[in-house]
T-cell receptor
């Protein structure tokens, strides 16, 4: 494993409430990613970061925002959760030693009622 | 837009059968290709990857994949599957913008 933890691991919330998911890494990787996994869609990129305070949108960024104030933490926020955001969310880092391989965290299962 | 296509959504095999999972990608330039596996209830783990060199790549747990540039394919193979190989398998490729694009996934069920 690449020293990635995610919190919480499970969350149930109600429509319209804000939700923040946290990804923490211990190996000082520059690139971090947030994906969502839904049946039949594989993994889709939400947002990514290429450094502290440097972030960009992915394929499915609507309704999500991110922040990275420290190298080790990458936060994903759902400003006002909707049922369509019920999903499993994975954080990933990109190996900075030249292999460009992404390694994934354990995931957060989010249910929006 | 670049895309990755996995032909089989669900494959059911008996133990000791041979496995081949198809993966095709649409990007025509230099590619970095990956296969990941996700065991039930777990996160994605890297099975193998291709960056350059020998197009036949060997990964963990007896898996291998062959990069065929002319066919834009990167099929995953294993000569003899085990019950413990039951999982979902994802093919992925980096696109021009440096983003990892995933296929839809193939669920493999191995009967003991």
């Amino acid at each position: 494993d690449a020293g990635i933890t995610q919190s919480p691991r499970h969350k149930v919330t109600e429509t319209g409430t804000p939700v923040t998911l946290r990804c923490h890494q211990t190996e000082n990787h520059r690139y971090m990613y947030w994906y969502r996994q839904d049946p039949g869609h594989g993994l889709r990129l939400i947002h990514y970061s290429y450094g502290v305070k440097d972030t960009d949108k992915g394929e499915v960024s609507d309704g999500y925002s991110v922040s990275r104030s420290k190298t080790e933490d990458f936060l994903l926020t759902l400003e006002s959760a909707t049922s369509s955001q019920t999903s499993v969310y994975f954080c990933a880092i990109r190996d900075s030693l030249g292999t460009d391989t992404q390694y994934f965290g354990p995931g957060t299962r989010l249910t929006v009622l | 837009a670049q895309s990755v296509s996995q032909h089989n959504h669900h494959v059911i095999l008996s133990e000791a059968a041979s496995l081949e999972l198809g993966c095709n990608y649409s990007y025509g330039g230099t590619v970095n290709l990956f296969w990941y596996v996700q065991y039930p209830g777990q996160h994605l783990q890297l099975l193998l990857k291709y960056f350059s060199g020998d197009p036949l790549v060997k990964g963990i747990k007896g898996f291998e994949a062959e990069f065929i540039k002319s066919k834009f394919s990167f099929n995953l193979r294993k000569p003899s599957v085990q019950w413990s190989d039951t999982a979902e398998y994802f093919c992925a490729v980096y696109n021009q913008g440096g983003k990892l694009i995933f296929g839809q996934g193939t669920e493999l069920s191995v009967k003991p």
